[in-house]
């Protein structure tokens, strides 16, 4: 819990934090560029008279200009001729004469251009922000006026204000680290109190009962869901320790005298058969009886056991189209196709939640014996007052001793490796419940048509 909760907090200031570096770099960027763009047309204008008019008055007072910017900026200026020709430069060690019109941004000012951007520098083995502004009179280009910036200056404002935005992250998160901690452990201690007493009731101690009063309303919640489990487990071990309590009792007496009666039957079958037949007609009786102790404790152990639940009328089209929606994804993966060709739909007599159990074991049964590129049916019949749900597959069908023995409790096929035997034997009894039937019918060629009937409501 203590993971997440940190995990969220940093995923949050992660979202937050990246995209605002992103834009502190971009602002710092653009008001860098701003700036040299407002010295540069500042300077363009000084340098008019020295590029347009040669003199050495005319380059003292360009130079004037520039040595004055470069005293108040780290920013490098040359200026060039149309021809690309730097004439002056406040970097010591750029000299007159030198060629620049092969850089890309002076190409582009030459041309009439104004030129702004990152580049590395291969001269100087830094990236560098630079803007070239084009001195321009009427439609003549007669020199630019460069001016460049290391850009790892804004890279180290822009890293400053990172650290102070990270400052406040750490902080952050590690308020969030204090108050996520405290809020884990008031959960978990109550967890783990539940925890406990989940396991003493495992332990056989199951009159031991979890705190539902305090806490927060999950927790209380959760407890009372354990609290109501434990009663209704309780109910059923006691129901399970009477019945095996009952039987015992009840079966003893019973079994003796029947194992007396065979015993004397078999010593007398040869010395007085009458006398042997008279033991083994009581015999029968006592057998008798034993039948009618064992089942009146079965209806005696499900009567106590469960609720019993009236079938009621259901309109089934509807449920099956849902179910059809609900496992189409999965059949999809299998590259299964599933249509319903119902020919019939109405209302049967079924308790509720009973025909989409059936339909989804069905479905799922048929799944995984479909092979790739097939199509499962789903199709509703009616005849004579019964509805019969039909979910026809296309797979290898079944031997005819297995399709007698497909409903019995823990049968598997061989080739189920996964399955637990009880899906079908958990179906005929919920139809059986609902006074329908179950059926497997091959079909031809190949595949398996599972049926289920019910009466028409």
């Not at 010591?92 to 890309?104: M, N, V, W």
């Not at 822009?158 to 680290?177: D, M, P, Y």
Request: hydrophobic fraction near 45%; charged fraction near 20%.
């Amino acid at each position: 819990m203590l993971g997440a909760l940190l995990g969220l907090i940093i995923v949050v200031l992660l979202v937050h934090d990246i995209p605002l570096a992103s834009y502190l770099r971009n602002v710092e960027n653009d008001r860098i560029i701003t700036s040299l763009e407002r010295d540069g047309l500042i300077i363009v204008g000084n340098a008019h008279e020295a590029v347009e008019e040669p003199s050495a008055s005319n380059q003292a007072d360009l130079e004037k200009a520039l040595d004055s910017y470069r005293a108040k900026s780290k920013a490098v200026v040359i200026v060039t001729d149309a021809s690309g020709i730097v004439i002056a430069s406040t970097d010591k060690y750029i000299a007159a004469g030198e060629d620049f019109s092969t850089r890309p941004e002076i190409a582009k000012a030459l041309s009439g251009q104004v030129a702004t951007g990152r580049r590395f520098s291969n001269t100087l083995n830094y990236q560098l922000l630079y803007i070239a502004v084009p001195m321009v009179k009427g439609e003549k280009v007669y020199g630019s006026v460069r001016i460049t910036f290391p850009a790892s200056v804004v890279d180290g404002i822009v890293n400053s204000r990172l650290r102070g935005l990270t400052a406040v992250a750490s902080i952050t998160l590690f308020l969030a680290i204090i108050i996520a901690l405290l809020l884990a452990t008031s959960i978990t201690r109550r967890l783990d109190r539940l925890r406990n007493v989940t396991e003493e009731f495992t332990a056989g101690n199951h009159e031991v009962r979890a705190d539902s009063e305090s806490g927060a309303s999950e927790i209380r919640s959760l407890s009372t869901s354990f609290n109501n489990m434990a009663d209704q487990l309780t109910t059923l071990i006691n129901v399970q320790r009477s019945f095996a309590g009952d039987a015992s009792h009840q079966l003893r007496t019973p079994l003796t005298a029947l194992q007396l009666r065979l015993e004397r039957a078999t010593a007398l079958i040869e010395t007085d058969p009458a006398a042997a037949t008279e033991r083994l007609d009581a015999a029968l009786v006592e057998t008798q009886r034993l039948q009618n102790i064992v089942e009146g404790l079965l209806v005696l152990s499900r009567a106590e056991s469960q609720a019993t639940i009236a079938p009621a009328p259901i309109e089934i089209s509807q449920i099956v189209q849902e179910r059809l929606t609900h496992w189409e994804a999965l059949a999809a993966e299998s590259n299964v196709t599933l249509q319903s060709t119902s020919t019939s739909a109405g209302r049967i007599l079924a308790i509720p939640g009973v025909i989409e159990q059936v339909i989804d074991n069905y479905i799922d049964n048929a799944l995984h014996v479909s092979p790739a590129g097939s199509t499962i049916t789903v199709r509703v019949t009616n005849d004579d007052g019964h509805t019969t749900i039909h979910v026809v597959d296309e797979g290898p069908g079944m031997l005819e001793v297995d399709l007698e023995r497909a409903f019995n409790r823990f049968w598997r096929a061989q080739s189920d490796e996964h399955g637990s035997g009880l899906g079908l034997a958990i179906v005929e009894r919920l139809v059986q419940a609902c006074a329908g039937s179950v059926q497997l019918i091959n079909v031809q060629p190949h595949g398996i048509d599972a049926q289920a009937t019910f009466k028409d409501a």
